[in-house]
Nanobody
Framework: QVQLVESGGGLVQVGGSLRLSCAAS????????MGWFRRAPGKEREFVAAISSSGGRTYYADSVKGRFTISRDNAQNTVYLQMKSLKPEDTAVYLC???????????????WGQGTQVTVSS
């Protein structure tokens, strides 16, 4: 079992940056691919980014490509999401998740965190 706890959310102005962290429990973190998803008010949860277990592969939603960077530190059992050039439409609860496969579909993820709120003000 993997427990995930996100942090780093907050209120930021348009064009600003934030770095989200997701700390994982358990000694098997390095065997999981990790993903970030987000859920905006009135919208369904959507995929943001994924990283393979080794960190060698990444994949991004078109809406964040070039602005967001996913990374991981297996020694620290942590995955990060660096967000730059933030837009109002990036406002959402951001959730991290763990999967046994490198995936972009939420149903492929087995473990989820509770989420951290990101609000981008204009």
């Amino acid at each position: 079992q993997v427990q995930l706890v996100e942090s780093g959310g907050g209120l930021v102005q348009v064009g600003g940056s934030l770095r989200l962290s997701c700390a994982a429990s358990g000694r098997t973190f390095s065997s999981y691919s990790m993903g970030w998803f987000r859920r905006a008010p009135g919208k369904e949860r959507e995929f943001v980014a994924a990283i393979s277990s080794s960190g060698g592969r990444t994949y991004y939603a078109d809406s964040v490509k070039g602005r967001f960077t996913i990374s991981r530190d297996n020694a620290q059992n942590t995955v990060y999401l660096q967000m730059k050039s933030l837009k109002p439409e990036d406002t959402a609860v951001y959730l991290c998740a763990a999967s046994s496969t490198f995936a972009s579909m939420s149903w492929e993820y087995d473990y989820w965190g509770q989420g951290t709120q990101v609000t981008v003000s204009s």
